[in-house]
């Protein structure tokens, strides 16, 4: 009848059981996410590109798929970003979602209050040196040899798109970009953590490692640290007397009197809030010394959260 509305069978795009193609090499700064379908891993879409169910668009830079145009099918949208606040970089303001370039070697993204920025000139896989070996190599056989594909796995740094806090910072025509360091492989005694950053001469993406020491492997912890009367938490705590560090069965030519997180009587714990780096120096026995960068910590706070993901996008 003339007086009943269409009715608009919208087109199935996810298939069960999962047949997957092979995993994507996504564009630097582009996310490698799993299909709204919830099987395979592919390259998100981006502001401005048509998305549906299955190709979903890039949650890590606050996209969502606008079905508003597809009215009353609501079928095919296109990735459009949400409504959030602005970030600000040397005194200009950019929009949320807005792209600039602040100097010829980046191109930054501004998101949710973050900015994001990724390499502008990225080396084509034509120009690896290893392709320019003659001679006849047997199939799956590399040319390269340990060297160089260590020093190629190396190069991979430069291309990793680093997000930080604000402010973002230009040290000789390099906008120094930093990921979040990583949790301390120990919650007790010496442990290592690492981020990757272009901090460097070269103003290159790379990885660095440090010492964290986050708390001493005491037998009981609540006991060995007074915590205030009518509270639930200490925060940070001292030893007694300065001690000498022990890595690798190596001593620090120093005593040092560290700041410890504490501990909470309830079910919250404690990580380190402020912190600064230092470096110390270790002697070995009959082995000569070496030097490391060591987390000085600060300040500490308690927290329901006591497990910190290790996704790079997390803090947006």
Known sequence: PSGTSEVHQRKEVCHWPCRCPPVPTCTPGISLVKDGCGCCKVCAKQAGETCNEADICDPHKGLYCNYSEDEPRYETGVCAYLVAVGCELSGVHYLNGQTFQPNPLYKCLCISGAIGCTPVFTPRLAASPCARVTGRKKPGQSSCGPGQQK??????????????????????????????????????????????????????????????????????????????????????????????????????????????????????????????????????????????????????????????????????
């Not at 380190?272 to 060591?294: A, D, R, Y």
């Open 151 to 316: 020093q190629l796995q190396s190069t991979n740094y430069r291309l990793m798109p680093a997000y930080r806090s604000l402010p973002l910072v230009l040290k000789q025509k390099c906008l120094v970009q930093a990921t979040p360091w990583t949790p301390c492989s120990r919650t007790c005694g010496i442990g290592i953590s690492s981020r990757v950053t272009n901090e460097n001469r070269k103003c290159e993406m790379k990885k660095e490692k440090r010492l964290c020491f986050i708390q001493p492997c005491l037998t009981n912890v609540l006991k060995a640290i007074k915590i205030p009367k009518g509270k639930t938490c200490q925060p940070t705590f001292q030893l007694p007397t300065a001690e000498k560090l022990f890595f690798s069965g190596c001593s620090t030519t120093q005593s040092y009197k560290l700041t410890f997180c504490g501990v909470c009587s309830d079910k919250r714990c404690c990580i380190p809030n402020k912190s600064k780096m230092i470096t110390v120096q270790f002697e070995c026995p009959n082995e000569g010394s070496f030097k490391w960068k060591l987390m000085w910590i600060t300040s500490c706070v308690c927290q329901r959260m006591c497990s910190a993901p290790g996704d790079i996008f997390s803090e947006l």
